[in-house]
């Protein structure tokens, strides 16, 4: 009986520590389109990102009950004990993941089908947030509760349906839940002086209420589907039918409250995340032949077609990018003005792309070894052939007369590149061709 007892006590003791791992994030590629660029120009430096640093926590040594087991004699075991497993390492993130992190207040993509939420338990929701807000405004203490929002649509308001007499623009959005289902049932709505207070409207000293109004339509009309951050305001009433019924209500919002309070974070406060070659997701809320229109760390700015990526060639951004989207970015220049707080800012896709190791860094090539590499014809232009070599994964510019033998080239023929130039600006390379 004390043999079997003993046994028996060291197989509970000598039981297996269970794995206790962290999963490490991933970063999405940026969006594989690009842009025909004629022109080889510009210097703008690129900052690369310092590789993440990893820790490890190592395994800790044997119990007293598994030195106890090693110790006793083979025949007085009766069953060998389950070993023990060692943790994996657990990986760390570095400052600039960190700052990433932060920058996706928005969340992950949604997959907006139907309302799955009861309006009076959304209402109730709503109401608390609110309360929250007022308390956290009138004290000073706690921290601002925010809600993701999608628009839908905008209308104009006008005095006495008087076609020249616009009053005012609303935008409304719909609540996107947190489970990413759905469309919440109450309707928000926006002022349009609030929806683009950050969006560069600015005004002339010439212009009415209405043009500027007129302005802030066109803008929105742009933007359906795309996501933002908000914050409820106030709960409004329709006013009741004539059989005395209410109809659901109306959620005012502010956009801008919730911007200024990401900018507070990333750009004003004491110590600002945001810095040159920091990196994070910026949402599209409008795009068109030249470019994209973003939301990111709380501003809305604009990145232009050259900078959305350097593994495609982008002719026309609204074709691949749409409202909504989320695409990785990095910083690419940056000043900040706390005092009149204005930001100016710079975001660069193509950066974001070296800086994940895509594609090569032109900025590295040694122009006096005169390299070569293989790449195919993706673009035939009137005067120009544009490429992507192979191996690099960037965009090469060829002028037509730079060809030999003179033959004209075809897209998906394959050519040996001799490159001559770079241009850093937009990471691409021009060159000479022989066709293989």
């Not at 947190?178 to 600015?202: C, K, M, Q, W």
């Not at 911007?259 to 040159?276: I, S, T």
Request: glycine residues 6%.
């Amino acid at each position: 009986m004390e043999k079997k007892a003993k046994t028996k006590e060291a197989e509970v003791q000598a039981m297996p520590v269970e794995n206790n791992e962290d999963m490490p994030m991933s970063a999405e590629a940026a969006a594989e389109v690009a842009e025909v660029e004629t022109a080889a120009e510009g210097t703008d430096a690129v900052n690369e990102e310092e590789p993440v640093q990893e820790s490890a926590d190592m395994a800790g040594d044997m119990t007293d009950a598994e030195q106890e087991e090693e110790a006793a004699p083979a025949e007085e075991a009766a069953a060998p004990a389950p070993q023990r497993r060692q943790r994996r390492p657990r990986q760390r993130m570095s400052q600039d993941e960190m700052v990433s992190e932060s920058a996706n207040y928005m969340g992950d993509y949604y997959h907006v089908v139907k309302a799955d939420v009861a309006y009076k338990e959304e209402l109730d929701r709503i109401k608390a947030i609110i309360a929250h807000n007022r308390e956290v405004s009138r004290t000073g203490e706690g921290e601002y509760q925010f809600m993701v929002a999608m628009m839908t649509a905008n209308d104009e308001v006008r005095e006495n349906n008087d076609p020249n007499n616009l009053r005012a623009v609303r935008v409304y959005a719909v609540q996107v839940l947190p489970n990413g289902r759905g469309f919440g049932t109450l309707r928000l709505v926006f002022t349009g002086e609030d929806f683009t207070a950050y969006s560069n409207i600015v005004r002339d000293e010439d212009e009415s209420d209405s043009e500027i109004l007129r302005r802030q339509r066109r803008y929105t009309n742009h933007a359906p589907m795309s996501k933002f951050q908000c914050v409820p305001v106030e709960i409004s009433y329709p006013d009741p039918d004539e059989n005395g019924n209410v109809g659901l209500p109306s959620v005012i919002c502010s956009r801008a409250f919730a911007m200024e309070k990401q900018q507070d974070r990333f750009f004003f406060g004491d110590e600002p995340l945001a810095k040159v070659g920091a990196h994070g997701p910026a949402y599209i809320m409008s795009a068109d032949s030249n470019g994209v229109r973003v939301e990111f760390m709380g501003i809305e700015t604009r990145i232009t077609r050259g900078q959305l990526t350097s593994r495609h060639l982008v002719t026309d951004a609204s074709e691949s990018y749409k409202p909504g989207m989320a695409i990785d970015v990095a910083i690419r220049e940056l000043e900040v003005d706390k005092e009149n707080r204005t930001i100016k800012i710079r975001l660069s896709g193509v950066l974001r792309e070296i800086q994940l190791g895509l594609v090569k860094n032109v900025r590295d090539i040694d122009l006096t070894t005169k390299p070569h590499e293989v790449a195919q014809v993706v673009v035939v232009t009137e005067r120009h052939y544009i490429v992507r070599l192979l191996s690099w994964g960037i965009i090469g510019i060829i002028a037509k007369e730079n060809v030999n033998p003179k033959v004209p080239l075809s897209v998906r023929d394959n050519v040996w590149m001799e490159i001559t130039g770079v241009n850093e600006k937009y990471n691409r390379v021009i060159g000479n061709c022989f066709k293989i």
